[in-house]
Each structure stands twice: as C-alpha cells, then as structure tokens.
C-alpha cells in the first residue's frame, strides 16, 4: 500500500508535514508516488545532502524567481528552496514565495509539498515559539512521529526540545516516554496539533512501526489518537526498501443498521424479535458498539416508534427513512448520509442477522486497516454473506443505487477482498418464522 492511499492525498494536493521521525523521507517518498511533476520546498531549513531525494533543486533568492521557474520544472520531484548557508542547510521560503509557488502550483496543476519544521534527526520532537510555519493554502496536514523513541528517557538523544516536550507531557528529564505520553503532547494544541487551522485535515503518520510488538502499540493507542486525527497510518519508511511500506491504516469505521423494513413475509417486525433475551435490533445495535464502530446509525422505517423505543438508552444516532417502501436503496442512502465527513469505511449489517460476532466485525475492520481494500466481505461456504464493509471511495456508487438491493449492486465495479468464515450460521436470513426457528435451532447447536 502506497502512503498516497493510506492518506488518500490526490494529484493536485496541498500538503505540509511536520514533526520528527522520518518527516523528510516521507515528504520525498510521497513526492514520487504522486508521479508527474511534483514541486516541494520548505517554510524551514533543510539540510544540503537532502538535495539529492528530488531530481531537480532550484536556489531561489527572491521571489520573483518563481514564476520564471515554469519552463524549468522536470517530470519528478523539483525541490524549491532558499540559499545554503555555511552551516550546510538551506533556508526555507518566506511565506510571500510560498504563495507565489502555490500560485505557480495551481496554474498548472501540480502538487505542491512542503516541509514546515525540522527535527534535527531525531524520533520526537515538541514545536518552538516560531513553528511550525504552515501557510494558509495547504489543505493537509500530516504529522510525522517516530516510535523508536517510545520507550527512551526522555532526553536530547531521542527528542528535539526535550525541555518544551518535558512541559507538554507533564514529565521530568529523563523519564521513560510512554504510550500515553505520546498520545498526550501529539493530542497536546501546543504539540502535534500546533499552529494547524481549524478545517484542515489532520492525519498522522506514526513512522518506524518495524516489529509486532510496535504495531500492537499504534493499535491500542488508535482510538485515542482519531479523537483528534482524521486517519492514523503506521508505516515503516526505514532504509530496506523490500519492507518499507505502509502498515496499517486505522480510521473511524460507521456501522450502519438497516432496520426499516416491513417484515411483510414474517408478519410481525422482524426488528422487535428475540435474540438471546433482547430485541434483534438492540442486540445488533449493542454488538455493533462493542466491536469499536463510530458511529453506530439505525435506520427506521417501519415499526419506528417501537424500535425506537428498544434503543432509546444506547449511545446511537436512530435516523428514520420516510421512503423505506421504495427499497433498500433507499435506507443504505439514509444512514450514508448520517454519517461524519471523516468516516473512513462503514459496514452495513442487516437487522435479520442478530448472530454476528463481534470478532468478525472486527475481522472485518483489521483486513480494510491492512489493506485499504474498497470493499471487505465475509465468505461462508464459499458464498458472499453479510455484513460488508465499504471503503469511503465506494460512497458515490452507493449514492446511486436505486431499488431494493444494498451494496451488492457495486460489487462489479470494485475488487473485493474476503474474509473467509466457518460459521455457517451466517446464511440464515430471518424473513419467515421458519428461518427464525432455524435460527433459534443453530445457536441451540452450537
């Protein structure tokens, strides 16, 4: 998986990368991913011997060098940047030369990146006064944190201003940098989130996840950390370019209910059935919960007053489908529409199947988090079964399918990747009160 997938970045982005760890390297390495003519540059310093990463560097003293730059920008990575010094590192642009850059950038397409603090090499860092210098058209925001330094004292060896990072952390020189101390100066307004507007999107790229033991890390500390961020990638950007590569991608993942029907076949709402002492509907709804899905959306339509009532005290958004007759379509519709703008995937599940297992709601979250995969199912017998996740690039489909059918209608337009399973229990679909008894009669089994 590239890094341009994993923080879903397009052609024409407008990006700035701060923190420490491997921010450089990941700045170049996106650079070529984009393909075609990339410009990137810096609002700080950068060292000589980086000059190299880029296929073309141009010194620029002034900024009226810029616009004449448009004859001499290659296909590849052109590096914009302001004299060298006898220190061996090269200014950043000021903030006027960076408009006339992106003005340049725009003009004719291209992606323009940019470096907006420096780490001096070193895993962690904590901003000073001045930084970073993010300008106001980038659009994207991309914190860069090294995990070898997790576990370190707290120390000049490991962190760029350990004393200004001591402060965010609430810890003393030389202590153990743990998780949570981690989680705490990247969430900090004064740390990982300094000086980023408001309505720009923030992700972070939590770098050097080389072993298990460190992926287990990011894992655990994800839902802490997409409080604040939009994606969090772990990546491994090392120099074995066989194993470097993106990790894992972890992103808030919706569960939507459909649970509007009018259980025509059945004769009774299907919604309000018995499902191990709990109505279906509450008991998919609780199940959804505890697999991490946020948030968990109930579409009604039929019955809604009664099921609203069933989940009154869940910590849910119940939205309700006025055209539920027009078919299933339309109830897909209603709860994509419910949910945030962040919303990585969603995962649709039906209210006839109470027996889904939190652990394969999960199964299901791990493979897209792997894999960034547009469409993640489980596979019973051989057979498609439900529920299945959605990666946010198929919403747009899924905006146009009409009828009775769910998200199967897109299934051709998208590799899907699946989730072998052995409970075959997942076949049963509830529609008349025999398939409920058969239900009923396989948990007895089991």
């Given at each position: 998986m590239e890094l341009i997938q994993a923080l879903r970045l397009g052609p024409q982005a407008r990006l700035a990368l701060v923190g420490a760890g491997g921010k450089t390297t990941a700045l170049f390495q996106i650079a070529r991913e984009l393909g075609g003519k990339v410009l990137v540059s810096a609002s700080t310093h950068l060292a000589k011997f980086q000059f190299s990463l880029a296929d073309k560097h141009f010194i620029i003293e002034r900024h009226s060098q810029i616009a004449g730059l448009v004859q001499e920008i290659i296909p590849g990575v052109n590096l914009i940047i302001g004299s060298v010094g006898e220190d061996g590192r090269a200014g950043g642009l000021d903030a006027k030369s960076l408009d006339k850059l992106h003005k340049l950038a725009a003009e004719n397409n291209w992606?323009?990146?940019?470096?907006?603090?420096?780490?001096?090499?070193?895993?962690?860092?904590?901003?000073?006064?001045?930084?970073p210098a993010i300008p106001d058209f980038v659009t994207t925001v991309v914190v860069v944190a090294g995990l070898s330094g997790?576990?370190?004292?707290?120390?000049?060896?490991?962190?760029?201003?350990p004393k200004r990072f001591a402060q965010l952390a609430?810890?003393?020189?030389?202590?153990?940098?743990?998780?949570q101390v981690l989680v705490k100066v990247l969430s900090h307004k004064q740390g990982g989130l300094k000086n980023i507007p408001a309505q720009t999107r923030k992700l972070l790229l939590m770098n050097q996840v080389n072993t298990p033991e460190k992926e287990s890390h990011i894992q655990n500390l994800a839902g802490d950390l997409l409080k604040v961020y939009?994606?969090?990638?772990?990546?491994?950007?090392?120099?074995?370019?066989?194993?470097?590569?993106?990790?894992?991608?972890?992103q808030p993942v919706a569960g939507v209910v459909l649970a509007g029907g009018g259980s025509t076949r059945l004769g009774e709402p299907k919604q309000l059935l018995d499902w191990k002492g709990q109505p279906f509907v509450r008991h998919i709804a609780q199940i959804a919960l505890e697999a991490g899905l946020s948030p968990v959306v109930v579409v009604t339509g039929a019955h809604a007053n009664k099921v609203n009532e069933v989940l009154s005290d869940l910590p849910i958004t119940i939205t309700?489908?006025?055209?539920?007759q027009q078919g299933q379509s339309t109830s897909v519709k209603t709860g994509l529409r419910s949910l945030p703008a962040e919303t990585g995937a969603v995962i649709f599940i039906v209210v006839d199947k109470p027996q889904i297992p939190v652990t394969l709601l999960r199964a299901l979250i791990s493979t897209h988090a792997n894999t960034m995969a547009p469409i993640v199912a489980p596979q019973v017998n051989g057979q498609r079964a439900n529920p299945v996740?959605?990666?946010?690039?198929?919403?747009?489909?899924?905006?146009?399918?009409?009828?009775?059918?769910?998200?199967?209608?897109?299934?051709?337009?998208?590799r899907v990747t699946w989730v072998p399973w052995l409970d075959s229990s997942l076949e049963i679909d509830v529609n008349t009160l025999s398939d409920y008894h058969r239900l009923i009669d396989s948990e007895s089994a089991t």
């Open positions: 992606p323009l990146l940019i470096e907006a603090d420096g780490s001096r090499q070193r895993p962690l860092k904590a901003p000073a006064e001045h930084e997790l576990g370190m004292p707290l120390g000049d060896e490991h962190v760029h201003r609430g810890l003393s020189l030389g202590e153990k940098i743990t998780s939009e994606v969090v990638v772990a990546a491994d950007l090392g120099t074995d370019l066989e194993k470097r590569g993106v990790v894992a991608v972890y309700n489908n006025p055209i539920w996740l959605f990666d946010r690039i198929t919403f747009q489909d899924l905006e146009n399918i009409n009828g009775d059918v769910g998200g199967r209608a897109i299934f051709p337009n998208y």
